[in-house]
């Protein structure tokens, strides 16, 4: 079992539509960082949380901390928000980060 | 834009051979992590450097070396190159000890072992 789960793997979806991407993990953690991959490969940092909620825009982080999980939300989706999604965990203090595998989101128009 | 740029963005070798990927961290940050990305496959972390020392290293043989520069620049470095290490390189600029410990992340650099 790996230790960050990402789900859904594939997402598709309607422009406009609100879109809930989870994360659960299995470690103790310092933080936990929510990145976007784009097909050219480089990675932006989204969010970086270590409790409660944060927000950005169109998008909307939180973390349970307790329960070990976190979800990403997109509010009013828009195709430009197609790309994978990736929930990353900084185990202990100043640990190493632990990856999921992505979530893969379309929106169409 | 991050402020992280890696070079070369694409490159192809051959089994055996050496490879060295540079990172240039963001200005004043001190720590540079490597990772690893396989073709539909979250990152793998590879190593970490803090002031030039590596201060943490995930599960990657010794073949797979790295450095840091008194600028907090890096190199990684790969010995005897195999054909299961044609993936995405990724590096991270951060700053150690930093409330945010947010990640800045360069394009990558892709490498292909033929």
């Known amino acids: 079992k790996n230790e960050v789960e990402q789900s859904p793997q594939n997402l598709t979806a309607q422009e406009g539509e609100f879109i809930t991407i989870n994360c659960s993990y299995s470690?103790?953690?310092?933080?936990l960082h929510w990145l976007q991959q784009h097909p050219g490969g480089g990675i932006v940092s989204l969010f970086m949380?270590?409790?409660g909620k944060k927000k950005h825009g169109r998008l909307i982080a939180t973390i349970n901390i307790q329960e070990k999980h976190s979800s990403l939300h997109i509010t009013a989706s828009h195709p430009r928000d197609s790309a994978v999604y990736i929930c990353?965990?900084?185990?202990?203090?100043?640990?190493?980060?632990?990856f999921g595998k992505g979530t893969k989101l379309s929106v169409k128009p | 834009e991050t402020g992280v740029t890696q070079s070369p963005t694409h490159l192809i070798k051959t089994r055996g051979q050496q490879v060295t990927l540079r990172c240039s961290s963001q200005?004043?940050?001190?720590?540079v992590s490597w990772y690893q990305q396989a073709l539909g496959q979250g990152p793998q972390f590879i190593f970490q450097?803090?002031?030039?020392?590596?201060?943490g290293r995930g599960n990657f043989p010794p073949r797979f070396s790295g450095l840091q520069f008194p600028n907090y620049s890096s190199e990684l470095n790969v010995n005897a190159l195999e054909l299961d290490d044609s993936a995405l390189y990724l590096c991270?600029?951060?700053?150690?000890?930093?409330?945010?410990?947010?990640?800045?992340f360069g394009e990558g650099s892709r490498l292909t072992v033929l």
């Open positions: 991270a600029s951060s700053l150690m000890g930093a409330n945010t410990g947010e990640l800045f």
């Open positions: 470690v103790g953690i310092s933080a």
């Open positions: 949380l270590s409790s």
């Open positions: 990353a965990v900084r185990e202990g203090s100043q640990g190493n980060l632990i």
């Open positions: 200005s004043g940050h001190n720590t």
């Open positions: 450097y803090y002031r030039e020392e590596e201060n």
